[in-house]
């Protein structure tokens, strides 16, 4: 088991590893980073000098060392278009992105997964077909576009719900501002939620029903059935379990992306999160907020991984005896 | 003579497609008596599973029973509501299927499967399911059944396996036993072992045992009567030892002649020529015409019906015993 | 009697087709043979777009911005002149979808070649040459695949456009759009070219082609390629629907095609800023032919897989 972990961190640190190595590139090679930070009349030797402070005249790979070690410590160097700390003003947006992404992860579970079972189970009822029909729309739906027709419908048309920002926000320890507190951010958080969610729902149910419809046919589940188990004890014991073990792997990485879907949800709402500041990055080639990002979500990405894995072993016995094997 | 434990009468089952509709098993009878174990052999796709599976309910579509009945102890079965039929399965009709490696939901421990059956069909308390569920697995010879209850099925061998499916088909002391192949997935070493305990548990309980396999070997050893199937029909059915020593129907003969350990006095072990037809090509008449080497005219365009003949009965015109299979075609 | 013909004979090729599971699948779907309509209307208009249009909304001669937000020809106010209304720029919409639909179909259908190009090369080689090449290839495409494709199209988009600073936007979006695009979806292509390479290259006529002695690019382009290629036309076509998204996502997101040139997605941005005043068909007339247009191309895609793989059902 011991060694399962370390050989995971390994990988991962190679993943993060040659994340950062483009990150680097970007911010070494895609314009010069001292370009920005003189104006033109700014003297020759002025020049050097910065260069020469910025490590920019050392060897490159020093330089990608010194960035390794500078990212180890959060700092990705100063924003072009802000003139702030890359790192600060991320913090200041993460937990709007974040309180956005979790709400839609967890929309999309408890709304997919009873869908997709449901969708299983009823293979041919007319309500399963619909169910399939609809998810079909949402897959083909341009998150954009879904977002756009939730505002049309409850914020212009009926006027139950704001169509962007994030309403009140709480502050609370650690400067991390909360709008889970207040009537109007909760309000506010709802289209938002769902616009990012529903992509994700219809992809977990479709999931779940696919594995559903695997396990069902089975030999363990026919001879559950044989043993005159109740169809209940059938279906939302054994087969929920077994299917339930595949969905959390693909689950867990769909969470992952949900806060790089985040960039579209939080433009067409103004969502004042991390994914609008990456935009904003992209037009401005904002180059150390695009390689900081790039390092942040690959990061996000190795720690769910390594969540899930460590699930997987949790639920699947006998996963748990092969690790303890290696 | 005693009611029988199951009496099947001219089943059919179908499968619609959209190539039309399969006929998988057709008009086929028998009867089990209480306490007898009733061996049905045949090739693969000779629907010996189907019919095992029929009588348990368990067709999936687009299979369906197309018409005959079944009846368990002399009440009909095949038509019941789902619900009441899943409380017969498991209580009155066990299963064992062929492969203990798939059988057992391997996220299950094996004891919560087991007390998980029990209390289905028993009007036991947990403690009390868990007490005979480690008694049934020290019955079906799982050494330290008090620790090995709370194990994962991956942590049994194949044998160990089967030996709690078969606890797990036998928890509600049923009147029958369905075992399909249960000795195909095993190692040979085991085969014997896992057939002497189904036999005894099941002699020891009174229940009888429709064991469904292509072993003619484990048939000869542990069956009363034998019923041998060809293309979706029964073609003979009698006392095993009259159909093994004097097999009547052609395929029957066929089939007992590659079987080498119960011919000595043979130098060369017999094949039959051709292969079972598919569903969807069916001949007319006998459905073994093709491959018969005793095949006449009748056998062309009439479908036989089961006839008596010594202590067995066999669905050939050769045994009509109006002479015609005396001008048997050159 | 009749004579037992051995099936040697050959069947004509449309006899195939219509005997075959893939027509019977098709005919007996409706949803299938919409899609398919759909599918063919919306490509034919985009094809034809400079000869079916009433204006050419690139052409600034022919827009007038006292036309700007004139609702559809059936609502109060609207111009018979303009079926679907005008934009905020005076642009007629009709014209303007049919010619955006152009250019998200050439920008989709670009950037999915240019994905399949990439990840069949690398897919092959990776697959054949084997070793240390195969390792780095896929452990590019393992991480690369932990991210979402248009997070990878943001980044390529905004890293090209830096290097290309002092160029007219203009003249580079396209370039630019079809690479991201390439970039961020050649992933699919090449894992499974590797994986039917590797099953096909330890076949015999490899070895054969091999002991002759061919070229190991001649082996790899003549001999292997047109016995993996065919689960690509699959992906390819589920791609295309994606692809157009992407590209609309990245106009939407105002890092894609400008106003001057719109795509379905500029279009969308565009109405969406005119949502709250009440002019609707900006925004619904391009979004509604773009959901339709992917809906139509993703069905057709279902039924592709379906038919050649049932099992993936």
């Known amino acids: 088991m011991l060694a399962f972990i370390l050989r995971r961190l390994l990988q991962s640190a190679l993943v993060l590893l040659s994340v950062a190595l483009i990150a680097f590139a970007m911010f070494r090679f895609v314009g010069d980073p001292v370009n920005q930070l003189v104006s033109l009349d700014t003297p020759a030797d002025q020049v050097r000098q910065i260069r020469q402070s910025l490590g920019l005249d050392d060897p490159v790979l020093v330089q990608f060392g010194r960035y390794v070690m500078n990212a180890l410590r959060f700092d990705f160097g100063i924003s072009y278009q802000f003139r702030q700390p890359v790192t600060a003003l991320l913090a200041e947006r993460a937990p709007a992105t974040l309180e956005l992404a979790l709400v839609s992860a967890l929309f999309s579970l408890v709304v997919g997964i009873p869908m997709g079972v449901y969708t299983a189970l009823r293979r041919d009822g007319v309500l399963a077909r619909l169910f399939q029909a609809v998810s079909l729309v949402g897959v083909s739906l341009p998150t954009f576009l879904i977002g756009i027709l939730l505002i049309y419908l409850f914020a212009v048309q009926l006027g139950w719900l704001p169509s962007f920002g994030r309403g009140e926000t709480v502050k609370l320890a650690g400067g991390w501002t909360t709008g889970l507190l207040t009537v109007s951010g909760l309000k506010a958080l709802i289209l938002p939620a769902v616009t990012l969610g529903l992509f994700q729902m219809t992809l977990i149910m479709r999931l779940v029903r696919a594995e559903m419809l695997e396990v069902l046919r089975t030999d363990y589940i026919r001879f559950a059935r044989a043993r005159g188990l109740t169809t209940r004890a059938v279906h939302f014991g054994h087969a929920l379990k077994n299917t339930l073990v595949p969905v959390i792997t693909i689950a867990g990485l769909q969470l992952g992306s949900i806060i790089a879907f985040a960039i579209i949800t939080e433009t067409v709402f103004q969502w004042p999160g991390m994914g609008v500041l990456f935009l904003k990055a992209v037009q401005n080639v904002d180059i150390p907020i695009m390689a900081a990002y790039l390092v942040m979500i690959s990061g996000l990405f190795v720690i769910i991984n390594l969540a899930v894995d460590l699930l997987y072993a949790a639920v699947d016995p006998r996963l748990r005896v092969t690790l303890k094997g290696a | 003579m005693t009611e029988p434990v199951l009496s099947v009468r001219d089943l059919t089952v179908e499968f619609v497609t959209r190539r039309g509709t399969l006929r998988a098993i057709d008009s086929v009878s028998f009867d089990i008596a209480p306490g007898e174990v009733l061996g049905v052999v045949g090739e693969s796709g000779a629907g010996k599973s189907l019919t095992g599976t029929a009588v348990i309910g368990l067709l999936d579509p687009p299979g369906r029973i197309a018409g005959g009945e079944i009846r368990l102890s002399g009440r009909r079965i095949d038509d019941l509501p789902a619900d009441e039929m899943r409380r017969i399965r498991g209580k009155r009709i066990g299963m064992v299927f062929q492969d203990p490696l798939t059988s057992l939901n391997p996220l299950y421990r094996v004891g919560d499967q087991l007390v998980e059956t029990i209390m289905t069909h028993l009007p036991v308390g947990r403690d009390e399911a868990r007490r005979r569920a480690i008694d049934l697995l020290a019955e079906v010879g799982i050494p330290a059944p008090e620790r090995r209850i709370d194990g994962w099925p991956h942590e049994f061998s194949g044998g160990m396996r089967q030996r709690v499916v078969i606890a797990l088909a036998l928890c509600a002391e049923p009147d029958l036993v369905i075992a399909d192949e249960p000795t195909t997935a095993l190692d040979v070493s085991v085969q014997a072992q896992i057939i002497a305990l189904l036999k005894r548990l099941c002699r020891e309980r009174g229940t009888a045992v429709m064991l469904i396999t292509h072993d003619m070997g484990v048939i000869a050893e542990t069956a009363d009567r034998v019923a041998v199937m060809y293309a979706g029909r029964i073609v003979e059915i009698g006392p095993v030892r009259e159909v093994v020593k004097h097999p009547r129907h052609p395929y029957a003969q066929g089939l007992m002649g590659s079987i080498p350990a119960l011919e000595e006095s043979r130098e060369r072990l017999q094949q039959i020529e051709g292969s079972m037809p598919r569903l969807a090509a069916i001949p007319k008449g006998c459905a073994f015409n093709p491959r018969c080497p005793h095949a006449f005219a009748r056998c062309m365009v009439e479908k036989p019906v089961l006839l008596e003949s010594g202590a067995s009965r066999v669905a050939c015109w050769l045994h009509d015993g109006t002479g015609l299979g005396e001008e048997t075609a050159a | ?313």
């Open chain 3, 1 to 313: 009697m009749t004579d037992a013909a051995p099936a040697a004979k050959p069947v004509p090729l449309l006899v195939r087709i219509r005997e075959s599971d893939m027509w019977h699948g098709f005919r007996s779907s409706p949803t299938t043979i919409v899609a398919a309509l759909v599918t063919l209307v919306l490509t034919l208009g985009a094809v034809l777009a400079p000869w079916i249009a009433p204006t050419n909304p690139f052409d600034p001669a022919q827009v007038f911005l006292m036309n700007a937000n004139i609702p559809p020809a059936w609502v109060q106010g609207g111009d018979p002149a303009f079926i679907f209304g005008t934009d905020d720029q005076g642009r007629d919409l009709y014209s303007a979808i049919l010619y955006g639909m152009r250019v998200s179909l050439m920008i989709g259908v670009g950037g999915v070649l240019l994905a399949a190009a990439i990840g069949i090369t690398l897919g092959l080689v990776a697959g054949y040459v084997g070793g240390r090449t195969d390792a780095i290839i896929m452990r590019i495409a393992d991480v690369q695949l932990t991210f979402p494709a248009i997070l990878i199209a943001l980044l390529v988009d905004g890293v090209v456009h830096a290097l290309l600073k002092g160029v007219p936007r203009e003249q580079t979006v396209f370039g630019v759009l079809i690479l991201s695009i390439g970039l961020a979806f050649w992933v699919q292509y090449a894992r499974t070219i590797r994986g039917s390479t590797l099953v096909e290259k330890n076949k015999d006529y490899v070895q054969a082609a091999r002991l002759v002695g061919l070229s190991t690019p001649v082996i790899m382009v003549r001999h292997i390629l047109p016995n993996v290629i065919g689960p690509v036309l699959v992906i390819l076509t589920i791609n295309i629907g994606l692809a157009i998204i992407t590209e609309a996502t990245l106009s939407f997101l105002g890092v894609g095609l400008p106003p001057t040139q719109p795509s379905l997605g500029t279009l969308i941005s565009i109405g969406n800023k005119y949502l709250f005043s009440g002019d609707w068909w900006i925004v619904a007339f391009p979004g509604f032919t773009l959901a339709a247009f992917v809906l139509a191309v993703n069905l057709l895609g279902d039924w592709l897989r379906d038919a050649l793989n049932p099992r993936l059902r």
